[in-house]
């Protein structure tokens, strides 16, 4: 199926800034046997005196764009065309817990597709010992891992309440599950961390929901 894309996003400050250096992850990316990204055309606007476009460590799209003159409003202008495949049914050939761990230990690659880069604590997210504990509460030791991320995931839409003034885009998420409220980027934190706590790997991708 194919989708057009249109984001615009504008910043309008106080005051006029007196330069900048920006980091845009705004380009879809192509996923093979998932996604292809036909176009994809970014706009920014006053017109930067640096831009560049690069692939970063994970192959992801980002284009930097640098600003030594003052403004008092930027914006980012983004159209894209992409194709999505259906997504196969496929039967649950996943490994149980015990095995993933031995699956992984074998792998001595730190590529960027090696599950390790998905278990420690990252920046946003830290494993907790209550997410561990929450985890172990949503799942049975003889569920696969597709079971089990489907567990959490649901144990989560349960016992959450989407309340968009409950936190910011700088809340951890160990507050937001304290408080058991928030909003798409907690949950996702939530989920990540629980998931990374119980020995599956994890990380947050960001995109466009059909809705």
Do not use: W
């Amino acid at each position: 199926m194919l989708y057009d894309i249109g984001l615009r996003i504008t910043y309008s400050y106080a005051s006029p800034a007196t330069g900048g250096r920006h980091v845009l992850y705004l380009t879809p990316a192509d996923v093979p046997g998932r996604q292809r990204a036909i176009t994809s055309l970014l706009e920014v606007k006053p017109t930067p005196d640096e831009r560049f476009a690069r692939k970063d460590f994970f192959g992801n799209t980002l284009v930097e764009a640098a600003f030594r003159e003052p403004h008092a409003e930027i914006s980012f202008k983004l159209r894209s065309r992409v194709e999505r495949y259906a997504d196969p049914v496929t039967e649950d050939v996943s490994p149980t817990l015990e095995a993933l761990a031995d699956e992984i230990n074998a792998i001595r690659s730190l590529a960027p597709e090696a599950p390790q880069h998905f278990l420690a604590d990252s920046p946003r997210v830290q494993v907790r010992p209550e997410f561990r504990a929450y985890a172990n509460e949503a799942v049975r030791h003889d569920m696969s891992t597709r079971e089990i991320v489907e567990a959490i995931g649901k144990a989560i839409d349960r016992d959450m309440t989407f309340d968009p003034d409950a936190t910011d885009v700088n809340t951890p998420p160990e507050e937001a599950f304290a408080r058991r409220h928030g909003v798409c980027q907690d949950f996702s934190h939530i989920m990540i961390a629980c998931l990374r706590s119980i020995g599956i790997p994890a990380g947050y991708v960001s995109g466009f929901l059909r809705t």
